[in-house]
């Protein structure tokens, strides 16, 4: 059976099961872009807070702005009550989102604390307000991002992925670990299988995918889709990368020249995007999963963050891609 495959969710159909996870601070539209040339079915945006696009921050209105070139792409927002989801889901059709998802599974405290989150796994009735609000407000397909279970007591996934489509949410995405585990610990497939048993929907796999062999394991576990966070850090091309695998391909080599390439390219469609000052800032944030794996690396890694000049980046990088490329070709 070939396990790369279309994924419909809905009204919508992406052209493969090979997901982005949305980021905080990580997949914002320059990110997006570079994933789906690497090879991305849908790629989903970081979080947006419904209640500060009801107060009208700029901010938050700009990270809901969708790139023509970055489709499929899902918007996915949070918040705590009825009124301002249905608005932030109309806000994301209008901006062009494909697909809105609502988070259900973020454990950060100050996102629990104002009633987001993971903390809605408490309440499945209000959960099931929030998303039929969003459901009855836009025509795009909704869906849920959750998780397997708030501790490791009591799972909850095949009952939070009912709930959702009861609800109207056209798929669920299930991180397997539980929320007390945040992104630490094997996840756990066997909750996953379950859920995939209790719904008709698509039930779509995430935490702990770093290569070919974890998405096969969620896969063949019934899982429509698979959702990748961190392994795309760093490597945007994971997507191509896994797809390949498992259908037999040969497998792309990527050198630290490579990873240096792409980080410089991604870097300059930062500065584009959000000005130098911001888009250099933004791009300190993941310095480490990128410029590594190569002598001296350490002493690059710590120049490029004290940077601050796109300028200066561009001369850092082309010395050392230089030095790469001297080292594998004396």
């Not at 790369?4 to 159909?13: E, K, N, V, Y």
């Not at 500060?52 to 009550?81: C, R, T, W, Y």
């Not at 795009?140 to 939070?160: D, H, N």
Request: charge should be positive.
């Amino acid at each position: 059976m070939t396990l790369i495959r279309p994924l419909t969710i809905g009204s919508f159909t992406a052209p493969n099961n090979l997901l982005l996870a949305p980021m905080a601070g990580i997949t914002d539209s320059p990110f997006r872009v570079l994933c789906l040339k690497g090879g991305a079915g849908i790629v989903c945006a970081e979080m947006v807070s419904a209640h500060a696009l009801h107060f009208g921050s700029p901010k938050s209105g700009k990270m809901l702005q969708v790139n023509p070139k970055e489709h499929p792409v899902s918007m996915q927002i949070f918040g705590s009550d009825e009124i301002t989801i249905a608005e932030a889901a109309k806000n994301a059709e209008a901006q062009g989102a494909d697909i809105v998802d609502l988070n259900a599974g973020c454990p950060v405290k100050k996102i629990n604390k104002a009633g987001a989150g993971c903390v809605l796994m408490k309440d499945e009735a209000k959960l099931g307000r929030l998303i039929e609000a969003a459901v009855k407000s836009v025509r795009i397909p909704v869906t849920l991002k959750t998780r397997i279970a708030l501790t490791r007591k009591e799972l909850l996934g095949a009952r939070l992925a009912k709930l959702a489509e009861n609800a109207g949410a056209a798929a669920v995405t299930l991180h397997a670990r539980a929320a007390v585990d945040v992104h630490a610990g094997p996840p756990n497939i066997e909750a996953l299988a379950e859920a995939c048993q209790a719904v008709k929907i698509p039930v779509i796999g995430n935490g702990g995918v770093l290569d070919a062999a974890a998405a096969r394991r969620f896969l063949q576990a019934g899982c429509a889709g698979v959702m990748i966070g961190r392994g795309a850090v760093g490597n945007p091309f994971i997507f191509k990368d896994i797809a390949d695998e498992l259908e037999g391909k040969p497998l792309s080599a990527h050198t630290p020249a490579w990873r240096m390439g792409v980080y410089r390219d991604l870097i300059r469609e930062n500065v584009s995007f959000y000005g130098e000052r911001i888009g250099v800032n933004r791009s300190r944030k993941t310095a480490g999963y990128w410029i590594k794996d190569f002598e001296n690396a350490a002493q690059v890694r710590g120049a490029f963050v004290r940077m601050d000049a796109l300028a200066d980046i561009e001369t850092l990088f082309a010395r050392t891609l230089e030095r790469l490329e001297t080292q594998k070709n004396p």
